[in-house]
T-cell receptor, first 114, second 112 residues
Framework: EPEVTQTPSHQVTQMGQEVILRCVPI?????FYWYRQILGQKVEFLVS????????KSEIFDDQFSVERPDGSNFTLKIRSTKLEDSAMYFC????????????FGSGTQLSVL | GESVGLHLPTLSVQEGDNSIINCAYS??????FIWYKQESGKGPQFIID?????DKRQGQRVTVLLNKTVKHLSLQIAATQPGDSAVYFC???????????FGKGTTLSVSS
């Protein structure tokens, strides 16, 4: 069964450093998303991406965040200068023809900012 | 504003019982709702979805009910099994229609 894959599964970084989280969405999907989940809390929307541009972003997704689809298969989330409060599980998701319906999620990258 | 929430943070049931997990939503214009299951250390896994032009939808051992009058969504799991133990989230499409907004989650614990 096709699945969304994310790498790395764990990322430890120092405050102020840049991190790039990587995702390979399901191949025939057109919509891509990043969500995050702070331990024990709900899943929070960060950004949606379609046709090589951001469709929508939340207020969490400030200037420190950026997304990119550098080639036909990868979808990345970059945090330019990490803060302690960026520590969370980051989930990539994708969906096919109709946006923001039936999202398929990856297993996540656990980001720890020290 | 938009918010999706759940009535109870935890639910404990015995194996074989039927489970009902509830969710209240605030956006009366929402036209799409979805339930996810999240096991420890994993990403949310799709269970079932429903559009606002339906009141009920059934899957394998699961049923979603939508009451638009009171803006209430529920997930019913028949013959609950230990493998059903997880956190369950409801989510709705936001007003812009390009994101799913999640509720806070209910932790279902199934004892055998």
């Amino acid at each position: 069964e096709p699945e969304v894959t994310q790498t790395p599964s764990h990322q430890v970084t120092q405050m102020g450093q840049e991190v790039i989280l990587r995702c390979v969405p399901i191949s025939n999907h057109l919509y891509f998303y990043w969500y995050r989940q702070i331990l024990g809390q709900k899943v929070e929307f960060l950004v949606s991406f379609y046709n090589n541009e951001i469709s929508e972003k939340s207020e969490i997704f400030d200037d420190q965040f950026s997304v990119e689809r550098p080639d036909g298969s990868n979808f990345t989330l970059k945090i330019r200068s990490t803060k302690l409060e960026d520590s969370a599980m980051y989930f990539c998701a994708s969906s096919e023809g109709t946006g923001s319906e039936k999202l398929f999620f990856g297993s996540g990258t656990q980001l720890s900012v020290l | 504003g938009e918010s999706v929430g759940l009535h109870l943070p935890t639910l404990s049931v015995q194996e074989g019982d039927n489970s009902i997990i509830n969710c209240a939503y605030s956006n009366s214009a929402s036209d799409y709702f979805i339930w996810y299951k999240q096991e420890s250390g994993k990403g949310p896994q799709f269970i079932i979805d429903i559009r606002s032009n339906m009141d009920k939808r059934q899957g394998q051992r699961v049923t979603v009910l939508l009451n638009k009058t009171v803006k209430h969504l529920s997930l019913q799991i028949a013959a609950t099994q230990p493998g059903d133990s997880a956190v369950y989230f409801c989510a709705e499409k936001d007003q812009a229609g390009t994101a799913l907004i999640f509720g806070k989650g209910t932790t279902l614990s199934v004892s055998s």
